[in-house]
């Protein structure tokens, strides 16, 4: 008889993770210092790793409303919204977030996540949901938990998107149909492309709805999101945000048609069934918004920021992928390679995102990073010169500079570009193509000493990680792949290094010769 807790207890990840000193998750921060850099584990380093856009989490006219909430409402509402959790407060900023993102109405939700679960609401089981392959958690779950049937279109590829329309169209003439994608990608920093989305679907009779987590406060001249910077708010029928990154709170938003709003306000399961937000996290929001309005040099900053930053890593020889905004990603490819960068940045004072599968396809892992408006032009440099330095130790950049790079073109007001155009190794690892990445013992052969040790240093951790983490079941899929390398494989990295012993010797022979 299987036992429900047994998949936690055989999970070894984990403790593998942390016996080998390259576990980044759940580092408490100790304390912050104007938000841009923080103390975790005793140590103070340059945080570029928050969502925190405009930098207004440390904004002392924030952190004042919030008090000043706290001493009017008290710390929680000790309940939901339906019954005895709505402020004052609540309806203002729902009242303010209508009027900000030029929407009929708005519906403010305690998390960002839960927002996105209240899409669950309105679909029915007649309904087709089209989604981006890369579309949020939160979306993902939101459809899940609805009735309707969810077809998911590859990322950001419009042709496919139309043949799935026209399919349903075709087969289910009858379905009502939402296409649902994200403004800003949150892992890779691409825009959607909202112009053909909206044509697509005004010709199949779709509505459309953009998850605007990462868009709004950033994109567009005022800072409205996506369907803003590309001129198309009337045509987009519903936007989500979330407060939790520009708005230097915690919570989400939910705008669009009074009718549609006012039925989620009563019918969905993450509202009426769970307790409002906070009164401290509504009056952060407010305060947020209204600086956000009266402070359009912030977006400014912020977008000089990410440009100085995506040619800075492009000027080293890093592949920051097709990114256009503030999160910008530093491709490294393998996994075990990305812990190592990683942990090298932490402990030369930088705090940064590895990003691994399957977050991303397998040979893609990367250093997610994103900057905050308030960012001095020195911790950047300091930034750069510590992404540099680890590159060029790990192998990951060469030792001298690219003669030129392709400068990256930020989305900023009136624009409308969507993504920088991928290089064959960002293309390639998007697609799975590096899964399989390796080398031969050809190749290291002809390799200097030096270059052995380094590849053959990479490979023995590499190794080392995968063997431990091999699982029996894995075994058993691969079919006839002998037993015995079940019971052998804690003797794979020793066996590896007795190979490499050998071409040491044989490599200094050749040199001496």
């Not at 779709?206 to 409205?224: F, I, K, N, P, Q």
């Not at 293309?427 to 013992?441: D, P, Y």
């Not at 899929?477 to 990295?493: D, F």
Request: proline letters at 4%; a neutral charge.
């Amino acid at each position: 008889m299987s036992d429900v807790f047994e998949k936690c207890s055989s999970w070894k990840d984990y403790r593998i993770a942390k016996a080998t000193g390259l576990y980044p998750y759940f580092r408490a921060i100790e304390e912050s210092f104007g938000a841009t850099e923080v103390q975790i584990e005793g140590r103070r380093v340059i945080m570029v790793g928050s969502n925190n856009y405009l930098g207004l989490s440390a904004d002392p006219r924030v952190k004042e409303a919030a008090i000043k909430a706290v001493e009017r409402f008290g710390t929680t509402c000790s309940g939901s919204r339906l019954l005895n959790g709505t402020l004052a407060l609540h309806e203002e900023l729902e009242h303010a977030f209508a009027r900000f993102l030029n929407r009929e109405s708005a519906l403010v939700i305690s998390t960002g996540f839960q927002t996105n679960l209240a899409l669950a609401s309105i679909l029915g089981r007649h309904d087709i949901v089209f989604s981006d392959r890369q579309n949020h958690a939160s979306l993902v779950d939101g459809i899940r938990l609805s009735f309707a049937t969810e077809r998911k279109f590859r990322h950001n590829d419009l042709g496919h998107l139309e043949q799935l329309l026209q399919q349903a169209t075709e087969k289910e003439p009858n379905a009502g149909k939402i296409i649902v994608t994200d403004g800003v990608f949150s892992m890779e920093g691409d825009i959607c492309d909202l112009p053909r989305i909206v044509e697509l679907a005004k010709k199949y009779n779709a509505r459309v709805m953009t998850d605007d987590a990462h868009a709004m406060g950033v994109l567009g001249e005022r800072g409205r999101g996506t369907s803003e910077y590309f001129g198309l708010e009337a045509e987009t029928d519903l936007v989500m945000g979330t407060f939790s990154k520009s708005f230097a709170s915690l919570g989400g938003v939910m705008a669009g048609p009074k009718d549609v709003i006012n039925y989620m306000r009563h019918k969905s399961r993450s509202v009426i069934f769970s307790a409002s937000m906070t009164p401290a996290s509504v009056a952060s929001a407010l305060k947020a918004l209204e600086i956000i309005q009266a402070e359009p040099e912030r977006r400014t900053r912020l977008l000089d920021i990410a440009e100085k930053m995506h040619n800075g890593f492009r000027a080293m020889g890093f592949d920051t992928g097709v990114s256009v905004t503030p999160v910008v990603p530093v491709h490294i490819g393998d996994q075990v390679k990305c812990f190592r960068f990683w942990k090298a940045l932490h402990e030369a004072g930088v705090f940064a995102n590895p990003v691994v599968p399957p977050a991303v396809e397998p040979g893609h892992a990367l250093i997610r990073t994103s900057y905050m408006a308030t960012h001095t032009d020195e911790q950047l440099d300091r930034v750069l010169d510590i992404f540099e330095q680890i590159g060029k130790k790990l192998d990951v950049l060469p030792q001298t500079r690219p003669s030129s790079f392709t400068p990256v073109q930020i989305a900023r007001p009136h624009t409308a570009v969507r993504g920088n155009q991928a290089s064959e190794k960002w293309a390639a690892a998007s697609a799975g193509a590096l899964a399989g990445q390796g080398f031969s013992l050809d190749e290291l052969s002809r390799l200097s000493k030096r270059e052995v040790a380094d590849r053959l240093f990479d490979a023995v951790e590499t190794l080392t990680w995968r063997a431990a983490n091999l699982q029996p079941k894995d075994i058993r899929e691969l079919g006839r792949m002998p037993q015995k390398l079940w019971a052998k494989r804690g003797n794979l990295p020793g066996m590896l290094l007795e190979k490499g012993a050998n071409l040491f010797i044989r490599n200094g022979r050749e040199d001496r010769s």
